[in-house]
């Protein structure tokens, strides 16, 4: 009992981490991102609420630009400026305007258009410069330098009303692009303040509205923590940069979250504020959901855990009191499981057991009784077997040493046979080296042929070029003789072209001043036929020279051309010589060619013999390695016939013993 409670507390405290550790792994995960993802969605909500209120907010500064652009783009307005319309009446005018525009306008307080000239209309009446010095007022100053564009001045609080009043004020312009002044209206923020207060982020999140230096505009009930301005809190240095943000500060201890929108026509900021005790609260009660969830989760499966572990127990029990009576030999019992599960599997594949085993201790019994009997024979046999053994091992014996003689003729024999081979393979490679030889001749001698017939070729080509050459110098013999013709023709005229100059030069020189010009004509004439001369003559120098050279050229191409001749007969001949080699070559090759296919045949003969004697040489060692080992067989045989004696009359008391311990089970 002490063992079954044990073990089902093994079973229980091995399902509980496997119940409890996912759950709460499952429970706190599935917590933390509720609570990421509830912060995030209440962040966003308060961003979208801001962005909302700002939406609003443009809108009703929207309606009031347009009512101001309106008044602005006025005629009596206008006319204001015009010194020829009749002011009276066009100030009544615009006095009417303002007074509708009260009327009409939600909140406004004041309506006027300051006049460059120094005239302040009001609604309620005219002022002058020296009753408001308005034109130093910051909204003037402002409007004027906005050029048309709507400007918002910082609220105040109004003296009289007690209420805080915001200025918007746009600067107007003649037909001409002058401007003329400037149009003003004082809003209450009271609807502001309205709307803003209305608007509710979460329970006790709330709306603020800043201007640009965190001074608060408009306030809200539920603000119990900000004074009067932002700007000494922690995250307005980073909002104040930016146009949009969600921030994190701390104010009297307690942790609040912030998110601010930018409005683009006053450059005011929204801010919300969202307490995060709020946001801990949804967290904390998302907490307790999913801690209340995972407990019960937890006693379920534990429950469950306890359930299956006592229905283990009870199929173990079974198998157990099953095992215990067959570990003392009963193996009649089997295990009756009625549950369609695995423990019923379990039972068969045991009762399966039971069934072979007892089948197994049946075989035993009989087999014992029969190797009893056996081991009894085997004793007597073995003592039989012992001296046939003996007589065997004397005879192979002397198998053995008759096979060790014929072993070490057979290795004398191979000794022989491989210096006989030794001898062929140097026959053989001797033989290979004189095919290699004729061979290389022949082929050296067919070379030569070739080289021989191809000399002869370019002999003939020589000798044919040489007799071209020779015709070629003969041509050019002929031209130099022309050339020195002609040369002896203009070395005559030359003379002639002398002596006519120097007979003109003397005629000049009779006829005096007016010959002067005609000698100096006639003494360069001579001068130039002197110069012809003296080239004629070196032509014809040159000319003899080339002409010398041409004859001995010709006689060297004469000898060139005989020796071409004799050259030509030598190689001739010297073709017909390695022809003779060649043709007293070939019955050489062939005769080597015998040689070599008989010298193959032998090789193969030599190879054949000598695997023969291997062959024997290998038999008789390994008849003689038999003979060892069978008689050293017969010595293990011998051997181990007397350990068989010795078993068998061990076994003969083993099998005695083994009876007895079988017939201990209860088998049927």
């Not at 020829?84 to 406004?108: L, M, N, R, W």
């Not at 709306?207 to 000494?232: M, P, Q, R, Y």
């Not at 000794?415 to 061979?439: F, G, P, Q, Y």
């Not at 068998?648 to 013993?657: F, K, P, R, V």
Request: charged share 25%; with cysteine; hydrophobic share 40%.
């Amino acid at each position: 009992m002490k063992k079954k409670s044990k073990l089902f507390r093994k079973i229980v405290a091995g399902i509980i981490p496997f119940i409890v550790v996912p759950v709460l792994l499952i429970g706190g995960i599935s917590a933390y991102k509720s609570k990421t993802s509830l912060e995030d969605n209440l962040k966003r909500t308060s961003i979208q609420t801001i962005n909302e209120v700002d939406k609003g907010f443009s809108q009703y500064l929207q309606v009031l630009g347009t009512q101001i652009d309106i008044i602005a783009k006025n005629m009596d307005i206008q006319d204001l400026s015009n010194p020829q319309a009749e002011h009276p009446t066009i100030v009544k005018y615009v006095q009417g305007i303002f007074k509708d525009t009260k009327s009409s306008v939600s909140g406004v307080i004041n309506a006027g258009f300051a006049g460059e000239n120094g005239e302040l209309v009001l609604d309620s009446g005219v002022l002058t410069l020296k009753d408001l010095n308005y034109k130093e007022r910051e909204w003037y100053k402002k409007a004027k330098e906005a050029n048309g564009k709507i400007i918002y001045i910082k609220p105040y609080k109004d003296a009289v009303s007690g209420k805080k009043v915001m200025t918007v004020a746009q600067a107007v312009k003649s037909d001409a692009g002058q401007f003329i002044g400037v149009i003003v209206i004082d809003m209450s923020l009271d609807a502001v303040q309205e709307y803003v207060s209305n608007i509710d982020l979460l329970k006790t999140g709330y709306v603020l509205l800043a201007d640009s230096d965190g001074d608060i505009i408009v306030n809200n009930d539920k603000n119990k923590e900000i004074a009067d301005s932002i700007s000494n809190l922690e995250f307005w240095n980073s909002a104040k940069k930016e146009d949009k943000g969600v921030y994190t500060f701390t104010s009297n201890g307690n942790v609040f979250y912030a998110c601010q929108q930018t409005n683009e026509k006053t450059g005011w900021k929204l801010i919300g504020i969202i307490d995060s005790k709020e946001i801990k609260d949804n967290v904390t009660s998302i907490y307790v959901t999913m801690a209340t969830v995972s407990i019960v989760l937890i006693i379920v499966g534990i429950a469950v855990g306890v359930i299956a572990a006592l229905y283990l127990m009870k199929e173990i029990n079974k198998l157990k009191e099953i095992i215990n009576k067959a570990s003392n030999g009963d193996l009649k019992e089997r295990i009756k499981i009625t549950a369609k599960d695995e423990f019923k599997e379990l039972g068969e594949d045991f009762n399966k057991m039971l069934d072979n085993l007892s089948g197994l201790l049946e075989s035993v019994q009989e087999t014992t009784s029969h190797l009893f009997e056996a081991s009894v024979n085997i004793a007597s046999m073995s003592e039989e077997t012992m001296s046939s053994v003996s007589e065997v091992s004397n005879a192979i014996q002397e198998v053995a040493n008759g096979a060790t003689s014929q072993a070490q003729f057979a290795t004398d024999i191979s000794t022989n046979a491989e210096e006989l081979s030794n001898r062929i393979d140097e026959v053989d490679n001797h033989t290979h080296e004189i095919n290699k030889l004729s061979n290389k001749t022949k082929d050296l001698s067919n070379q030569g042929i070739v080289i021989l017939r191809d000399l002869i070729d370019k002999a003939t080509n020589a000798r044919e070029n040489s007799i071209k050459s020779a015709e070629m110098v003969n041509g050019m013999i002929e031209s130099i003789n022309k050339i020195n013709y002609i040369s002896d023709a203009i070395g005559s005229i030359t003379e002639q072209t002398n002596l006519l100059a120097l007979n003109a030069s003397i005629e000049a020189a009779r006829a005096g001043e007016a010959g002067k010009g005609f000698a100096v004509v006639a003494d360069e004439i001579r001068k130039l036929a002197e110069e012809s001369k003296n080239s004629t003559d070196e032509i014809k120098a040159i000319v003899s020279e080339i002409s010398v050279n041409g004859n001995n050229t010709k006689a060297s191409m004469e000898q060139s051309k005989e020796i071409s001749q004799v050259q030509g007969e030598a190689i001739k001949e010297t073709e017909g010589i390695f022809n003779k080699i060649v043709e007293s070559i070939q019955p050489l090759a062939a005769s080597i060619d015998d040689i070599k296919i008989l010298n193959e045949k032998m090789h193969k003969n030599k190879e054949k013999v000598k695997a023969q004697i291997e062959n024997i040489a290998a038999v008789s060692e390994e008849s003689a390695s038999i003979s060892e080992e069978v008689t050293a067989s017969a010595q293990q045989v011998s051997a181990t016939m007397d350990e068989l004696t010795q078993y068998a009359s061990s076994l003969e008391g083993i099998s005695d013993e083994l009876k007895g311990k079988i017939s201990k089970f209860k088998l049927k």
